[in-house]
């Protein structure tokens, strides 16, 4: 058990923090709200020249063969900073599929591009039907289909809250080929070129008022079958793979910004005369800022003992989902409890930061699984686990006793053979 | 970072299952507070063959009784205790009194009563609270007047837990007035039936029971105390951290959840069993969460106690705090899974999972010792978030409600 970072991560989370305190303060978050991208060009190619972009891609292809520990330290400060770019969805969700299933050609091709910050890629999942029950971010929630046609393949269908959308060159699709049995055995992934005539993005207004998420019409699309990513049938595997790296990054960005939000209301429960004093005297303000704080710090240790478990590899898809669960949960919590400790200076939009934090917080929670989406992956691991273990001695027969039998009045029964110590 | 555990600790914690699965009888039930002789004789004698190996106080070194283990084992250690559902009738001398002589007692005291703690042949009681002083530690007014070599005590201490046949008391009594009340404060240590002391038994909602000691003129040597005079406040506070980093807790919880995951299973209402109804789903999966987050955060107190050997003000873990909060509302859930079969305790044919939902919930409602939530809470505003506090001084309604009780 270690709780530290690793001195190359402690580097990479100061230098990150003024980084982006310079190159992606609170008034570029807001510029990029009304770019019709939803990123800011500039400070892409910034990332790009840092190496942010290759951490965990290896050496072959420009990347500096990091681990999902450390794309979480990072993924920490973007939070905090709300940095307004399509790291997870090019890198992470898009980029390790690739990497993990992806031909030969296709990774020379792309990985090196995507790490120098020149191939931007979306991810095409989620479905108009899926998103309601829970099952957007299964399996079970993949209807549009891609079906052959000599060395195409033709998708139908749409897509909906297909992130960074707009910014992207391709996108990723996420497609049936075959129907019947299990519901991971019949899809597959496809690289489809944004520009093609075929395709159509249409932004959504959210809950942020920026322009990140989109409806994707797919509209009988051919895509020549080398675009295949991964085997035929076989795109769940790595795809899922990627998706819990996801999950386990938007946490880490929600933890960064929980913290955050929650300094906020300590210094400003601090400064904020009321009644000749701070109101951070008064002990339901200082309830709201605990709460907020035992909240952060609690999920940061289930979100990193997940990336731990995931950079080693081992199979952690319960600890993903408790990750997740917890910070959709926790941080809501610490950003409400934020709200009633800034009050008025927390819901001005046009100067409060607070907002900001709190409407990408919705948009965050419901990403890539919301809270009920989690619980249910978690009880279902739960249904699996082992009886307790039972002792092997004989057994005594004088556990029964009703717990009401009064004990007799207190008498001197120390083992008097020793003599008196004093 | 690094989430798990060496090899080396992994078979150090498979002796220590063996250990227990052997000794342990089949039918063994750790929920069940020793009410009685009988039961308490049973695990005084699983005490003294744990201490017999040096499991008792693992951490302490050779020469106390101890293994010399590192921190992290002891955390291993604990963890294995709470699986097996262990409950040593003398926690209190090996997680209060003992680090405390450890800490600031004379090599003559060392020498005599640690070994007497990890052997497992005592118990202790740890006599601190009074009637007021419970929260307000400092407010002792137990006497401990000096005369010649010795110290004559009187006072009352209340809701002293640790079962109902000490051998030892760990005492704190007032030996100055001083302003403030905690510079004169002073620790003594000596058998429980010097003349003098009464013990009276305060039965509690959770099963097990709580004790009133009672001090009229117990005179004691000087030999008996425990560090400096007047130090008092500041060893306890300092022995206090030891109760704070305890792995045990999530590992009792999470056993409990198993038990809890496979009764869902088994018990059907309408004909579908309990596991299928969503917001039990629901419930399950939120505790383990809890759970899991409990356990991380009492590995990382672990953790920084290796690092760093003491905690400091800043350094104040939120073990406690999950502790409490996780007690509010893990009980309460896990009875309303049971609807009206809640209610039923241990002893009735119809109570479910022996009652142990029940009492459990009953026993949580008295988990305050160590700090209540409320306490904890201020403390993380006040020495960790750097919050303010309001002087009584300043507050006229404080002010005339002490003059009045004057």
């Known amino acids: 058990m270690d709780f530290s970072l690793s001195e190359e991560q402690q580097m990479l989370k100061t230098s990150a923090r003024d980084f982006l305190e310079t190159e992606c303060p609170e008034d570029v978050v807001r510029k990029v709200e009304d770019e019709d991208k939803a990123y800011s060009p500039e400070l892409w190619k910034k990332i790009a020249d840092l190496g942010w972009l290759g951490l965990v891609y290896p050496e072959e292809y420009d990347g500096s063969e990091g681990s999902v520990m450390d794309l979480a330290v990072l993924f920490e400060e973007l939070g905090r900073a709300m940095c307004p770019c399509p790291f997870l969805s090019t890198v992470v969700l898009c980029g390790l599929p690739i990497l993990e299933a992806g031909s030969d050609a296709q990774k020379k091709d792309m990985l090196p591009k995507i790490v120098n910050g020149d191939l931007i890629l979306s991810l095409a999942m989620t479905e108009p039907e899926a998103c309601w029950d829970g099952k957007g971010w299964d399996a079970e929630g993949i ?61 959504l207004r959210t809950t942020v008022g920026d322009k990140r998420q989109a409806e994707v019409v797919f509209d009988k699309v051919k895509v020549p079958k080398a675009n295949m990513v991964g085997p035929l049938n076989g795109g769940w595997a790595p795809l899922y793979k990627a998706l819990k790296v996801g999950m386990i990054l938007i946490s880490a960005e929600m933890v960064g910004a929980g913290e955050h939000a929650t300094e906020m209301s300590v210094d400003y429960a601090k400064t904020r005369i009321q009644f000749d004093m701070p109101i951070g005297i008064n002990q339901w303000v200082q309830e709201h800022c605990v709460w907020g704080f035992a909240n952060v710090e609690g999920t940061r240790t289930v979100v990193f003992e997940a ?62 699984g919301d809270t009920d989406f989690h619980l249910e992956k978690v009880c279902q691991a739960m249904e699996k686990w082992p009886e307790p273990e039972k002792p092997q001695g004989k057994a005594l027969g004088i556990f029964d006793v009703p717990e009401d039998v009064q004990v007799p009045v207190w008498d001197v029964w120390r083992d008097q053979t020793k003599g008196k110590l004093w | 970072m690094e989430f798990g555990f060496t090899e080396e600790q992994e078979k150090l914690r498979e002796e220590l299952m063996e250990f227990f699965r052997k000794e342990l009888p089949e039918d063994v039930d750790g929920g069940v507070p020793a009410v009685n002789k009988e039961l308490q004789d049973f695990w005084l004698d699983i005490q003294k063959k744990a201490g017999a190996k040096g499991y008792l106080a693992p951490g302490w070194p050779k020469e106390s009784g101890g293994l010399g283990y590192s921190h992290t084992e002891v955390g291993i250690a604990n963890e294995v205790n709470a699986y097996w559902g262990v409950s040593w009738p ?18 003559e005291q060392k020498k005599r009563l640690l070994p007497e703690i990890s052997s497992g042949r005592n118990v202790w009681f740890e006599c601190f609270t009074e ?41 704190e009594a007032r030996t100055a007035d001083t302003i403030p009340k905690h510079r004169g404060l002073t620790l003594f240590a000596f058998p429980a039936d010097t003349p003098g002391v009464s013990i009276k038994t305060l ?48 590992v009792s919880a999470r056993r409990r959840l198993q038990s809890l995951v496979k009764f869902c299973k088994e018990e059907k209402r309408n004909g579908k069993p309990l596991i299928e109804n969503p917001e039990i789903r629901k419930k399950l999966a939120l505790m383990a969460i809890d759970t899991e987050v409990l356990r991380l955060a009492a590995w990382r107190t672990c953790w920084r106690f290796a690092e760093r050997k003491r905690l400091g003000p800043l350094d104040f873990d939120l073990t406690g705090f999950f502790v409490r909060a996780n007690a509010e509302t893990h009980p309460t859930w896990q009875l309303e899974f049971l609807g009206d079969y809640a209610q039923l305790r241990h002893g009735s044919k119809w109570a479910k999972l022996k009652g142990s939902l029940d009492r459990q919930w009953r026993m949580t409602r008295s988990y305050h010792y160590a700090g209540t939530t409320e306490v904890m809470k201020l403390v993380i505003a006040g020495r960790v978030l750097g919050l303010p506090r309001i002087p009584a001084k300043l507050n006229p309604t404080i002010m005339q409600a002490l003059q009045e009780k004057k």
């Open chain 2, 131 to 171: 009637p007021d002083a419970g929260t307000d530690e400092a407010n002792q007014q137990t006497r401990a007047v000096k005369d010649g070599d010795y110290y004559v005590l009187n006072g009352q201490k209340i809701y002293i837990t640790g079962g109902f046949r000490p051998d030892w008391l760990y005492v």
């Open chain 1, 143 to 203: 209807t549009v289909k891609a079906t052959a046609d000599g060395d195409n393949y033709v998708i139908d269908g749409t897509k909906l809250f297909v992130w960074d959308a707009t910014a992207a060159d391709q996108f990723l699709v996420v497609a049936r080929t075959k129907d019947g049995g299990a519901a991971e055995d019949g899809i597959t992934l496809f690289l489809v070129d944004a520009k093609d005539p075929k395709v159509s993005c249409t932004v």
């Open chain 2, 203 to 250: 039965p509690c909602m959770g099963g097990y029971r709580a004790n009133e000691v009672f001090f009229d003129d117990v005179r004691v040597h000087k030999d008996t105390m425990v560090g400096q005079e007047n130090q008092g406040f500041y060893h306890v506070m300092q022995t206090f951290e030891f109760e704070r980093s305890n792995t045990g807790g999530a």
């Open chain 2, 90 to 107: 003398d926690s209190i001398g090996l997680h209060i009194c003992g680090p405390g002589i450890h800490l600031f007692g004379t090599d």
């Open chain 1, 307 to 368: 990336a731990w478990m995931l950079s080693e590899g081992m199979p952690c898809d319960f600890e993903v989902s408790m990750a997740k669960a917890r910070a959709n949960e926790a941080i809501s919590e610490a950003f409400w409890r934020a709200h009633q400790v800034l009050a008025g200076v927390g819901f001005t939009t046009q100067d409060g930061v607070l907002p900001l934090y709190t409407k990408r917080g919705l948009c965050q929670k419901i990403y890539l």
